[in-house]
């Protein structure tokens, strides 16, 4: 009976071992499935971390390809704009010895008048006083003046109104013209010089003014 008794009470031993073993086994493996579920967390996160980073850095490329993109065109710009300057400025120079030699033309044309008027009233007195002077050389110095002044005529004039005065300067080419004439190109939108055929816009017409 004896024996019986520590038989029972080694196997209630056994078994209280074996339960306990069997539940730091079952803690055991809990443990290890959620450091494994842990683990593939950080798997994950570390992954995502990694194809963030990619598209930080592709972005960043991205974005200093467009810079480099942009500085190129800035700088190009800047030269566009420095030559257009440079050629601003040529046709200003251009302009004012144009408009120079256009006031030098209108005051010749104004004292060849005066000397006409002047060879008329010499003229008047001349066939008063003397009847010897012959009709042809007062002819030939009439015809004389009167070439002088429609020479003169036609450089101040509009080389396609003729009768209207150059009042205006295309700055794209410096040829000039009368307000009429540029003025219809414009409604007809006919927009290129008449003399070389430039093209010309609103802007590039400059006004001009004749001094005596």
Do not use: W
Not at 69 to 96: C, F, N, Q
Not at 139 to 146: F, N, Q, S, V
């Amino acid at each position: 009976r004896r024996r019986l008794e520590v038989a029972e009470s080694s196997r209630a031993v056994l078994e209280d071992q074996v339960r306990t073993q069997d539940a730091y086994v079952r803690s055991a493996n809990s443990q290890r499935a959620e450091a494994d579920a842990a683990l593939a967390t950080k798997d994950r996160e570390a992954a995502n971390a990694m194809a963030a980073h990619s598209r930080n850095q592709r972005e960043l490329e991205e974005v200093r390809m467009q810079m480099e993109k942009h500085a190129a065109a800035v700088v190009v710009s800047k030269t566009r704009g420095t030559k257009l300057m440079d050629r601003m400025k040529e046709i200003s120079t251009e302009r004012d010895k144009h408009l120079e030699t256009l006031n030098e033309t209108k005051r010749r044309l104004e004292k060849a008048s005066r000397r006409l008027e002047r060879q008329k009233e010499k003229t008047k007195d001349a066939e008063a006083k003397a009847q010897d002077k012959t009709e042809e050389e007062e002819d030939e110095m009439k015809e004389l003046l009167e070439f002088e002044i429609s020479d003169l005529q036609r450089k101040v004039n509009c080389p396609i109104l003729k009768d209207k005065p150059k009042e205006v300067v295309l700055i794209r080419c410096g040829h000039t013209f009368s307000r009429a004439c540029i003025d219809k190109r414009l409604a007809d939108r006919m927009r290129r010089c008449p003399t070389c055929n430039k093209g010309f816009a609103n802007d590039d017409v400059k006004p001009i003014y004749l001094t005596s």
